[in-house]
């Protein structure tokens, strides 16, 4: 079945530092990717989406390509603010017919001022 | 305007007992989905409606597990005979129309503790 293998955590990182966390994916067909952040006591939030092959989803600063040729997602951001201190999850939606999310295992970033 | 909605926020209940965890999706949402999230399993999908149906149960760990939806809108997760292994955050989350490209937009969650 389809399956989202994201990289372990914890991640620490100074602000102003560079930031990938890797998102790589297993699925039939041509399903979308996510990113989807989790801060400290709150839900999830959608970050950024791509629905097709080379598209780019990018917001706050953060950005994620998807490469069909690699089946990855990562996501990036040049820099890195304490505020960004969060857990992040990639995700894929299922295309055979309910669009259910499968969802990595998370990554926790920690950012020290 | 108003997101996703669920409640209890937080449910402690003694092993054995049953308990209904709701949700109220987005006005118009015709999708809902329940996930699980907890330590050892990540978040893993439970149930998908697509209006008061639901075809899509695999998630559901065991026939203790149960849900409903009624006028197209508020969902009704029930756990009955409650296990310890069942504590964890119970996420609900809607979606504007079937189709990968509609992002699903998450409720708060209800942390359920059983003891």
């Known amino acids: 079945g389809d399956s989202v293998t994201q990289m372990e955590g914890p991640v620490t990182l100074s602000e102003e530092a560079f930031l990938t966390i890797n998102c790589t994916y297993t699925a039939t067909g041509y399903p979308s990717l996510f990113w989807y952040v989790q801060y400290p006591g709150e839900g999830l939030q959608l970050l950024l989406k791509a629905t097709k092959a080379d598209d780019k989803g990018s917001n706050k600063g953060f950005e994620a390509t998807y490469r069909k040729e690699t089946t990855s997602f990562h996501l990036e951001k040049g820099s890195v603010q304490v505020s960004d201190s969060a857990v992040y999850f990639c995700?894929?939606?299922?295309?055979?017919?309910?669009?259910?999310?499968?969802f990595g295992t998370g990554t926790r970033l920690k950012v020290l001022a | 305007g108003a997101g996703v909605s669920q409640s209890p926020s937080n449910k402690v209940t003694e092993k054995g007992k049953d308990v209904e965890l709701r949700c109220d999706p987005i006005?118009?949402?015709?999708?809902l989905y329940w996930y699980r999230q907890s330590l050892g399993q990540g978040l893993e999908f439970l149930i998908y409606?697509?209006?008061?149906?639901?075809?899509?149960k695999s998630g559901l760990p065991s026939d203790r597990f149960s849900a409903e939806r009624t006028g197209g809108s508020v969902s009704t997760l029930t756990i009955q005979r409650t296990q310890q292994e069942d504590s964890a955050v119970y996420l609900c989350?809607?979606?504007?129309?079937?189709?990968?490209?509609?992002?699903?937009?998450f409720g708060p969650g209800t942390r359920l503790t059983v003891l």
């Open positions: 006005s118009g949402h015709t999708a």
């Open positions: 409606f697509q209006g008061n149906s639901a075809p899509d």
């Open positions: 995700a894929l939606s299922d295309s055979q017919g309910t669009y259910k999310y499968i």
């Open positions: 989350a809607s979606s504007g129309a079937r189709g990968s490209y509609n992002e699903q937009f």
